[in-house]
């Protein structure tokens, strides 16, 4: 998941101009079906800061009992898209080039939305020894469709679960597969 601040500890930071990015890794438990999409991303983005004082160094905390991640969502902002910015002398211009932020995670599956010029670009990039072509592809396919569901209506997560092609357990090079789509901004 993105997060925008200045917090961290890096020397010379509070004096960048624009959006500042930083990735964490988070896995969450589906424990009621019922529960809204809203209500889950809130409580995803309150674990996550509530261990942010973990990232930079000092110890960090261990689930007990779960595999590695093997998973990893990336929501890109397209900041380069927006218009400049001026507060008092200072003006903010965002640039296509200082927005490169793409990761090659030991990760099995790794997922991405990004908005681009032409729409939403959403990409999946997959190990092929941990997963195949096919079931690469329904997966990819299924992200798609959750995408599409969500569109802001608040209902329960069991939906978009239940709306979705199976998939069997995930037990050969690595490969991406991406698409670009034109949905109606509002």
Known sequence: MGKLG???????????????????????????????IQRILRSVQHELVSHEVYEHGLET??????????????VKLGTHTMQSTSIGDMTVHPRRDLESWDVQLLTSIYLEVAQELSGISMKMCYRSEHIGHQKAQ???????????????EDF???????????????????????????????
């Open 6 to 36: 200045r917090s961290y500890p890096y020397p010379g930071l509070d004096q960048m101009g624009g959006p500042l990015l930083a990735t964490s890794l988070f896995r969450f438990r589906l424990t009621d079906t019922d529960e809204s």
């Open 61 to 74: 905390l261990h689930s007990s009992g779960l595999p590695p991640v093997q998973c990893f969502v990336n």
């Open 138 to 152: 329904l997966l990819f396919e299924n992200f798609h469709d959750i995408l599409d569901n969500i569109d802001g």
């Open 156 to 186: 329960g997560v069991g939906q978009l679960i239940r709306k979705g092609k199976p998939v069997d357990n995930m037990t050969c090079e690595s490969s991406c597969i991406s698409k670009v789509t034109n949905p109606e901004i509002s």
